[in-house]
Nanobody
């Protein structure tokens, strides 16, 4: 069983930055797709950024955040971080950390077995 806990959400002005962190209860011993999803009010949950538990250079970004967000992981701390820059009001959402055992990255949210409780990000214009 993998437990995930997000932190770092908050309120920021457009153009600002935030860093989200996800603490993973135990280091994956095999291939996992790890990442961040978000869900804005009235919309479906969507993948924002994903990273392989084994290969640091294997990443996925949604088109809407590519070039502004960066996903990374710290194996020593068992964390998966999301650095968000040049934030826009459209980035306002609840951000969730998630994990699923898989070889390769898995964008569809329904494929994920483990979820954190989420952290709210509000970007004001």
């Amino acid at each position: 069983q993998v437990q995930l806990a997000e932190s770092g959400g908050g309120v920021v002005q457009a153009g600002g930055s935030l860093r989200l962190s996800c603490l993973v209860s135990k280091a994956p011993s095999t291939y996992y797709s790890l990442g961040w999803f978000r869900q804005a009010s009235g919309t479906e949950r969507e993948a924002v950024a994903l990273i392989s538990s084994v290969e640091d250079d294997v990443t996925y970004y949604a088109d809407s955040v590519r070039g502004r967000f960066t996903i990374s992981k710290d194996s020593a701390k068992n964390t998966v971080d999301l650095q968000m820059t040049s934030l826009k009001p459209d980035d306002t959402a609840v951000y969730y950390c998630a994990a699923v055992q898989a070889r390769g990255l898995v964008p569809p949210p329904y494929r994920y077995d483990y979820w954190g409780h989420g952290t709210q990000v509000i970007v004001s214009s």
